[in-house]
């Protein structure tokens, strides 16, 4: 069974950290690429990175360029968006999705991606 499974959301105060997981099963994880998007209430879903099943190359969005940070963990089957100096405006529900053809990340954003988790939710709120 193809799972993937987001956790680490949570209620941060401006300025915070959050670390989110996404934990894939049932599949080859070593031949997937594996994005991150949010999508907040209210608005489209937007992509915000995304990291390359080769060679490990790395795409963000504008917007969390220098404060989130991608990795993978091939022995566990994880990926790891890591949050910092988060902000109001990244409050939404964050879902990990993965796909095999999605070579280096090229047009993440817009791929039609194989599998889907089922989103974490992140508030950022004093």
């Known amino acids: 069974q193809v799972q993937l499974v987001e956790s680490g959301g949570g209620l941060v105060q401006p300025g915070g950290s959050l670390r989110l997981s996404c934990i894939a099963s049932?599949?080859?994880?070593?031949?997937?690429?594996i994005a991150w998007f949010r999508q907040a209430p209210g608005k489209e879903r937007e992509g915000v990175s995304c990291?390359?099943?080769?060679?490990?190359?790395?795409h963000y969005t504008d917007s969390v360029k220098g404060r989130f940070t991608i990795s993978r963990d091939y022995a566990n089957n994880t990926v790891y968006l890591q949050m910092d100096s988060l902000q109001p405006e990244d409050t939404a529900v964050y879902f990990c999705?993965?796909?095999?053809?999605?070579?280096?990340?090229?047009?993440?954003?817009?791929?039609?991606?194989?599998?889907w988790g089922q989103g974490t939710q992140v508030t950022v709120s004093s």
């Open positions: 990291i390359s099943s080769n060679n490990g190359k790395t």
């Open positions: 049932g599949f080859t994880f070593d031949y997937y690429s």
């Open positions: 999705a993965a796909d095999r053809a999605l070579y280096y990340c090229i047009d993440y954003v817009r791929w039609d991606y194989d599998y």
